[in-house]
């Protein structure tokens, strides 16, 4: 894949029953990434939901791991249509097991009262040139799949943020996202887009709050649970601004809050996600 949208393309899920759908995974590091089948179950539900539905929030378990190179089967159960919501639930399956199960919430586009948490004062990004990212995919062609790390994988750019420079803010790490090469306008797939970056960059935020820059070896650390709630509508194709929190950690678990917001400083979508956290067991 060369950019992000041949990669949205290739791990959109294909319909092959009313309610029944097949998605293929790109050559990872051993398992498949969390944030891939969170995006591709979102996608699969939204095939069975009216036009006019939006998903507002996603609720989802991480059960087993996933293997890249089989296909996984994603069951959409229709639990309810309603005038105003309606649910969707799905389990993702290989060889007969689930490893993932999630449902989604859609609602009508309604007016109502607003406010909104104002994005951090971070020192905006800094576009990188056309010619640069060009380079980068052309780099990357020379690398083999396991050379690549999950960025180069999915076609992500991310750039860190100083969050020294808001004294007064509580993230533990905040980053800037974008994507190799524009994404059609489809909100749908932008709000699968966001759903795949939220698994970067929010799993290992109760371990930096720990004093730990990166993983440890001795470490063993997976994702547990993954929420996401859908504020504003999503444009993946501007930067987004990541940041994460871990108000708490404990019995072998951490818990780690996401905010996400666009350039216009609107908050557009917030995440939670538990983590195990444990020494390896010898």
């Known amino acids: 894949m060369q950019s992000f949208q041949e990669m949205m393309d290739y791990i959109r899920p294909e319909q092959v029953g009313r309610y029944w759908f097949r998605g293929l995974s790109p050559q990872t590091h051993g398992r498949v990434f969390g944030g891939q089948v969170v995006a591709q179950c979102l996608l699969?539900?939204?095939?069975?939901?009216?036009?006019?539905?939006?998903?507002?929030?996603?609720?989802?378990?991480?059960?087993?791991?996933?293997?890249?190179?089989?296909?996984?089967?994603?069951?959409?159960?229709?639990?309810?249509?309603?005038?105003?919501?309606?649910?969707?639930?799905?389990?993702?399956?290989?060889?007969?097991?689930?490893?993932?199960?999630?449902?989604?919430?859609?609602?009508?586009?309604?007016?109502?009262?607003?406010?909104?948490?104002?994005?951090?004062?971070?020192?905006?990004?800094?576009?990188?040139?056309?010619?640069?990212?060009?380079?980068?995919?052309?780099?990357?062609?020379?690398?083999?799949?396991?050379?690549?790390?999950?960025?180069?994988?999915?076609?992500?750019?991310?750039?860190?943020?100083?969050?020294?420079?808001?004294?007064?803010?509580?993230?533990?790490?905040?980053?800037?996202?974008?994507?190799?090469?524009?994404?059609?306008e489809d909100p749908r797939l932008h709000q699968a887009a966001l759903a795949l970056i939220s698994d970067f960059s929010l799993l290992g935020t109760c371990i930096q709050k720990q004093g730990l820059e990166d993983w440890e070896d001795d470490l063993m650390i997976a994702s547990l649970d993954h929420a996401i709630w859908f504020h504003r509508p999503v444009n993946i194709n501007d930067y987004v601004l990541y940041g994460s929190d871990s108000p708490w950690a404990g019995n072998s678990r951490g818990f780690n809050r996401g905010s996400f917001w666009n350039t216009s400083g609107e908050l557009i979508a917030s995440t939670i996600q538990e983590s195990l956290v444990r020494k390896k067991r010898r």
């Open 44 to 184: 699969a539900a939204y095939a069975t939901v009216d036009e006019t539905f939006t998903a507002h929030s996603l609720h989802a378990y991480f059960l087993r791991g996933g293997d890249p190179t089989q296909p996984i089967e994603f069951e959409v159960d229709p639990i309810r249509d309603g005038n105003s919501f309606c649910t969707r639930r799905v389990v993702a399956r290989q060889n007969g097991q689930a490893i993932f199960n999630t449902s989604v919430s859609y609602q009508v586009q309604e007016q109502g009262f607003e406010h909104s948490e104002p994005m951090p004062k971070l020192q905006p990004p800094v576009a990188k040139p056309l010619s640069d990212i060009n380079r980068d995919i052309e780099a990357d062609k020379e690398l083999n799949p396991r050379q690549r790390n999950m960025f180069q994988i999915f076609q992500v750019q991310r750039e860190r943020a100083n969050i020294k420079q808001d004294p007064d803010s509580t993230l533990v790490r905040a980053h800037w996202f974008s994507t190799r090469g524009p994404l059609e």
